[in-house]
């Protein structure tokens, strides 16, 4: 199943947010959190596992409704294919890999080859068998000529390091060299250089080569096996059968799933508002409220007191951000889908470093877990995951809540209230105004933006809080980057491979909206793969330490918490173990003990 969620992109959103709320966190629900930590993963359930029967989930806000691994960019469009695909390995608890299409693997000495020895008899949902040539097909695809222009957004993360990826992607070559299928079930991949993540790159998950084949890689975005269901094929244990669109989306067992056999009959997703999940979880018209947003937390109390419902709480994976918009691309570019660094177009609101430390000290943080999270969260300073050994709280700025040292900075840098307005003026004198934008789809996140305002507007900067903006054309606007955004909300659940942050900040990456191009850190996150000193571990981690101290200086977002993932699930559901990323894992194990 898919266990790279970068983008949860956009779940990344979805879990921005919060309200101003009155309550303090307390020890007690500290307590109580760790303690329903600590039997996560116990499902409870009493007697055998029983076949047959229906769970509802909830999510907020409606999948984009691209079912296709190769460009879908939302958590939500993940919880359709965290059911109905998979990959060649997965991961234990512990982050390591562990075999899952492949069931075994010998890496060569240099690493620089990898061979996977595939389970055979895997069929995909119509009947088809599963070959070593459809995991050709699926790297190939992501390293094809116009993969990028057509939206596509992992060939960075998972086939750039691959042989000939290069001259293929260019259209030089129709060869690629870079994954051979050895025989049916044996595949080799390939890299151009020592590889220190091989495991998380051969982790991508795998689209069927006879439905895809003769689709040309630009109009795999539209095509029907993409967007339909009953047409979206995969190998995993549920089918994704039936969608009303924006309001319902419908996945069946797949009985002849390779593992076993899955219990559950069906797994359906509901879209509600935020506001009325609650309620349908204690009516008992729903069963789980799980990825990407899950329980808010001002609401964990009152979850916690349904004797029906069993609550997981685990830190998230990832986090939630202010980002600065400090440079635009051109509009040629951005028709062309094109990320030049050398054509970006600085934005004069934020493309100076003391502005933006200046933010940074302006927000008072801690009130935001404390008042708003209730504690279920924790300020962070380095865009790492906190479970991996790479995250280094010590090498970077804190940006503890300081309005005067933020109002020293915006002096500094020129930016001063002259005409006794209350809001500072540009250096040459000039009205100031900074946009903060941010998405619909989750109330917390919804709640938050007035209260970044109030921070920001205390010390001096005069905000436009904008209009939100449903959460697909936020998305747009956001990717598009040609327009006139200063400041933006999102999050990010990070992808659990590997802690190399070049997917989200490197400059060329699609997904460094803030368009960040920091010459020290692109050369730190090069050198911190560069073998062979980057086969040892600590010399990662040293590399990554200096990286998250230039990325907090530089700051071209400001983290604002990692919230705990709040799980909720009705006790008749069984068979739940989330991992450190996700709810969604092994469904082929839940059942239903009514």
């Not at 969260?377 to 940006?399: C, L, M, R």
């Not at 205390?458 to 436009?464: A, K, L, Q, R, T």
């Amino acid at each position: 199943m898919l266990k790279k969620k970068w983008l949860l992109f956009f779940v990344f959103m979805l879990s921005v947010g919060f309200v101003l709320a009155a309550c303090n966190e307390d020890d007690s629900s500290k307590e109580e959190g760790n303690k329903t930590q600590a039997e996560g993963g116990d499902d409870g359930a009493s007697g055998e596992p029983q076949k047959g029967g229906t769970i509802t989930g909830a999510m907020d806000t409606a999948p984009a409704g691209v079912f296709n691994p190769i460009f879908y960019e939302e958590a939500y469009e993940a919880n359709i294919l965290d059911f109905t695909h998979e990959s060649l390995v997965s991961q234990n608890k512990e982050l390591e890999f562990e075999p899952h299409l492949a069931k075994e693997w010998e890496i060569n000495e240099d690493q620089t080859e990898i061979t996977l020895k595939l389970e055979e008899g895997v069929k995909w949902h119509d009947g088809e068998e599963f070959t070593a040539d459809d995991v050709v097909f699926t790297y190939k695809a992501i390293s094809t000529h116009g993969y990028i222009e057509a939206g596509g957004i992992r060939s960075s993360e998972f086939a750039e390091r691959l042989l000939g990826y290069e001259e293929f992607s260019k259209g030089e070559t129709d060869e690629f060299e870079g994954v051979v299928a050895e025989d049916d079930y044996t595949v080799t991949f390939k890299f151009t250089e020592p590889n220190v993540t091989i495991l998380k790159d051969v982790s991508f998950s795998i689209i069927p080569e006879h439905i895809f084949g003769e689709v040309p890689i630009d109009e795999m975005p539209e095509h029907p096996a993409t967007l339909n269901p009953g047409e979206v094929i995969g190998t995993g244990p549920f089918k994704f059968t039936e969608m009303l669109e924006r309001e319902q989306y419908v996945l069946e067992k797949h009985a002849d799933y390779w593992k076993q056999e899955p219990y559950l009959d069906k797994i359906v997703w509901r879209v509600v508002d935020q506001s009325v999940m609650l309620g349908l979880l204690e009516s008992e018209e729903i069963d789980f409220i799980a990825d990407p947003s899950g329980v808010p937390a001002p609401d964990y109390e009152t979850v916690s007191g349904l004797e029906h419902v069993e609550i997981i709480e685990q830190p998230d994976f990832g986090y939630q951000l202010m980002g600065f918009k400090i440079n635009h691309r051109t509009d040629a570019d951005v028709e062309a889908g094109k990320i030049e660094p050398d054509n970006w177009v600085p934005n004069e609101d934020m493309s100076e470093q003391k502005v933006r430390q200046a933010m940074a000290y302006a927000i008072d943080r801690n009130a935001l877990v404390d008042n708003l999270l209730y504690g279920h969260g924790s300020v962070i300073n380095a865009p790492i995951a906190q479970q991996f050994w790479a995250y280094d709280e010590e090498a970077a700025t804190k940006y503890e809540f300081d309005p005067e040292k933020a109002k020293s900075l915006l002096d500094e840098a020129g930016y001063k209230d002259t005409n006794d307005d209350g809001f500072r003026e540009t250096p040459d004198g000039k009205e100031w105004v900074v946009n903060l934008n941010y998405p619909t789809g989750n109330k917390l996140r919804e709640d938050s933006a007035p209260i970044l305002e109030k921070f920001l507007e205390d010390v001096g900067i005069n905000i436009d809080l904008r209009q939100p903006k449903e959460m697909t054309a936020y998305q747009e606007e956001l990717e598009k980057d040609n327009s006139d955004w200063d400041l933006y909300l999102l999050g990010w659940s990070l992808g659990s491979g590997d802690p190399d942050p070049v997917g989200l900040w490197n400059a060329g990456a699609p997904y460094n909206y803030s368009r960040w191009n920091n010459e020290e850190s692109e050369k730190l996150l090069k050198e911190a793969v560069k073998t062979p000193e980057a086969f040892e571990q600590e010399y990662r981690a040293k590399k990554y330490s200096e990286w998250q101290s230039v990325f907090s200086e530089d700051l071209p977002a400001l983290l604002l918490y990692a919230q705990n993932k709040i799980y909720a699930h009705n006790k008749r559901l069984n068979g739940v173990n989330p991992m450190p990323y996700s709810y969604n894992n092994e469904p082929e194990n839940w059942w239903v003990s009514d």
